[in-house]
């Protein structure tokens, strides 16, 4: 059934999906569609944001994400301030709070914040009154990749409601999948979780989510393939035997993506590991919509922004 977008954003911030309604994603996701003609202007600037500051707090690496916010700032005319823990006084041993406490001494009207830290942003949105957006806690949420996720698979299909959606790869430690999983199971989806046992959370039936342990059956008249990377950075060792079995038994190739239905997109939120996840035939071929999903990326965050400003449903 159609879902009936909201006015305007209930909360202050944008911590989590599961915090969502339905009409709040549905207002996001139509506000982007505003944003994204920009893109196309031979001025690519609006004053929506001028006189605001955004700080963009990123205590882990990142270029999409980081980028996407920085030029999503820059075209709805708000003054920008760039913080990386590498060069700041949290490498000196300063906690999240002070630092946020000194950032807030500045006035800003948003943080755009990146943490290793499942919660971090929650914890910072209840300290502070500037708006709290999350770029990705830990293995916790990464809402705005969820939002321009589903604002792409709307835009090639046309809906969300009744898509069957495959996200395959390094669930456990994935963020985007999490967040994936409740906006598109809130949005009358069905979302297949495909993973080796290893790297399969527990209980993901709770979330609504159907799991697989093999990638073929997971793939069967899929109308949306989105294929992680593995997340070494946040496992000790592999939890697979090695990188050229993990891509003969869970690796997207042409072959594989034949079972998916004659219209599946292939998606994955970058960064792309070749010959590992995904067989470069299939990233750079006519399905794939991931270079779409870095544009759409601007929009969702501008929509984000302004509506979090205040702005409304129009």
Same mark, same amino acid.
């Given at each position: 059934?159609?879902?009936?977008?909201?006015?305007?954003?209930?909360?202050?911030?944008?911590?989590?999906?599961?915090?969502?309604?339905?009409?709040?994603?549905?207002?996001?996701?139509?506000?982007? %569609?505003?944003?994204?003609?920009? @893109? &196309? !202007?031979?001025?690519?600037? $609006?004053?929506?944001?001028?006189?605001?500051? $955004?700080?963009?707090?990123?205590?882990?690496?990142?270029?999409?994400?980081?980028?996407?916010?920085?030029?999503? %700032?820059? &075209?709805?005319?708000?003054?920008?301030?760039?913080?990386?823990?590498?060069?700041?006084?949290?490498?000196?041993?300063?906690?999240?709070?002070?630092?946020?406490?000194? +950032?807030? @001494?500045?006035?800003?009207?948003?943080?755009?914040?990146?943490?290793?830290?499942?919660?971090?942003? =929650? !914890?910072?949105?209840?300290?502070?009154?500037?708006?709290?957006i999350n770029g990705g806690d830990g293995i916790n949420e =990464?809402?705005?990749?969820?939002?321009?996720?589903?604002?792409?698979?709307?835009?090639?299909?046309?809906? +969300?409601?009744?898509?069957? $959606?495959?996200?395959?790869?390094?669930?456990? =430690?994935?963020?985007?999948?999490?967040?994936?999983?409740? +906006?598109?199971?809130?949005?009358?989806?069905?979302?297949?979780f495909a993973a080796p046992a290893s790297l399969m959370p527990v209980a993901v039936d709770a979330i609504g989510v159907t799991p697989f342990y093999r990638l073929e059956p997971a793939l069967e008249d899929a109308d949306v393939v989105m294929m992680l990377r593995i997340q070494r950075e946040r496992q000790g060792n592999m939890n697979f035997p090695s990188v050229r079995e993990y891509f003969d038994f869970f690796g997207l190739t042409p072959e594989r993506l034949k079972a998916a239905a004659p219209h599946a997109l292939v998606m994955h939120p970058g960064p792309i590991n070749r010959g590992v996840e995904i067989d470069s035939r299939v990233a750079d071929g006519r399905r794939s919509v991931i270079l779409e999903q870095v544009t759409n990326g601007v929009a969702i965050r501008m929509a984000v922004l302004y509506l979090l400003a205040g702005g409304h449903g129009e």
């Open positions: 059934m159609p879902v009936e977008a909201a006015d305007t954003l209930a909360a202050k911030d944008l911590v989590g999906i599961a915090r969502l309604t339905p009409g709040e994603i549905q207002l996001i996701l139509d506000t982007a %569609e505003e944003f994204l003609e920009i @893109a &196309r !202007r031979p001025i690519k600037k $609006v004053p929506t944001l001028r006189g605001r500051t $955004v700080v963009n707090l990123f205590m882990e690496p990142s270029t999409r994400t980081r980028f996407s916010f920085e030029v999503a %700032e820059k &075209r709805l005319s708000a003054d920008t301030l760039n913080f990386s823990a590498s060069g700041s006084s949290v490498s000196k041993g300063e906690t999240l709070i002070d630092t946020a406490r000194n +950032l807030m @001494a500045m006035a800003p009207d948003f943080i755009v914040m990146r943490h290793p830290d499942s919660g971090a942003p =929650h !914890r910072l949105a209840a300290l502070v009154p500037a708006s709290i =990464h809402p705005t990749q969820a939002l321009l996720d589903a604002f792409t698979m709307r835009k090639h299909l046309g809906h +969300l409601d009744g898509l069957k $959606v495959v996200i395959a790869g390094d669930i456990r =430690h994935s963020r985007v999948a999490r967040s994936n999983a409740f +906006l598109l199971t809130k949005m009358g989806a069905e979302v297949r």
